[in-house]
């Protein structure tokens, strides 16, 4: 599968009209006229359809305001670019060359033995300048396939706060799976009121805008799990709905294997109590079973079998921790 394609807006989205003349916001070193999310859900695919329209006030946007950035999966996922423009005094201007766009596999974290095969696709703009205006317009395909919830859980988080002046935010939900989909909007400030959550059944849709958004403002001090405000977007409404499902599938998989044999792996003396037992078997595990994360592909969800993890002796913390449980049955 290509990473990335060039394609027109697809017909299931529906444009949002620009009002540049009511935009002007100039407290900050850029803002948003216009941040639009659609997202069409199927049962093998999720597209997700995002057009940003941003103002540059001040040159130390600029750099950043250079770089567009998508981090796909390998295996299942694909961006397609639409247009992305630079409007200058009026007068528009395409900026999207495929010379400009490049492919790379960054393992952020090898030196911490964890790969995860994640695709950077990153796109340069040249020649930006304050007070131009960028139109950017992509759609994020995910395709269901062997991985137990990519492209057929959908789960998509959008702030509703930013870190500058939002003029108007849109979010369309199109829902055509065959199943319900859980809206919440998560207040962050108690004073505003309690969470509220609507559903959207299959071959419904759901709409909403928000205009004016003021910048949150987070002191130093403030910790990093502190979010502002967001609306959550789930098929499944709570965890243990989501767990039973990854359950069966792992059991389905022979993922516990229930039949594995302690005493294949761990050596016991004919005088050991039952606690001694369960010391050394817990031993084996944590110290001879080093650690290594493979999160790609099934492996971001799914544990490999006990019996893999032992022969091989490495493992994740679920891999790990699905041993343990094997060898304690």
Request: glycine share 2%.
């Amino acid at each position: 599968m290509e990473k990335f394609e060039f394609s027109p807006v697809d017909t299931w989205v529906v444009p949002s009209a620009l009002a540049f003349a009511e935009a002007d916001n100039t407290s900050s070193p850029y803002f948003y006229i216009l941040i639009d999310y659609q997202e069409l859900i199927t049962d093998n695919e999720i597209y997700r359809y995002k057009r940003t329209v941003e103002k540059i006030n001040d040159e130390s946007r600029i750099e950043d305001a250079s770089l567009f950035i998508a981090e796909l999966q390998d295996s299942n996922h694909q961006i397609v670019f639409h247009s992305v423009e630079i409007i200058r005094n009026g007068e528009r201007f395409s900026v999207l060359h495929k010379d400009k766009i490049s492919v790379h596999q960054r393992e952020k974290s090898l030196e911490n033995h964890v790969t995860d095969k994640m695709i950077t696709v990153s796109l340069s703009i040249d020649d930006l300048r304050v007070g131009d205006i960028i139109d950017y317009q992509a759609t994020t395909i995910t395709y269901a396939d062997e991985h137990p919830l990519q492209g057929k859980f959908y789960y998509s988080l959008f702030w509703l706060r930013w870190g500058c002046a939002v003029d108007r935010q849109r979010i369309r939900i199109i829902n055509r799976s065959s199943q319900s989909i859980d809206i919440q909007e998560c207040p962050t400030d108690s004073s505003m009121g309690r969470i509220t959550t609507l559903t959207v059944l299959p071959n419904e849709n759901y709409e909403k805008e928000y205009r004016d958004l003021r910048p949150v403002v987070f002191e130093n001090i403030v910790p990093n799990w502190v979010w502002p405000d967001f609306l959550l977007a789930t098929t499944q409404a709570a965890w243990h709905e989501l767990s039973a499902y990854l359950f069966h599938y792992y059991e389905s998989n022979d993922i516990y294997q229930k039949d594995l044999k302690l005493d294949e792996w761990v050596v016991f003396g004919p005088n050991e109590t039952i606690e001694d037992k369960i010391m050394k078997t817990l031993r084996f595990v944590q110290n001879d079973i080093r650690y290594k994360g493979e999160h790609h592909g099934i492996f971001t969800h799914t544990p490999k079998k006990p019996s893999e993890v032992a022969k091989n002796r490495y493992g994740d913390c679920k891999d790990k921790a699905n041993l343990l449980v094997a060898l304690s049955f």
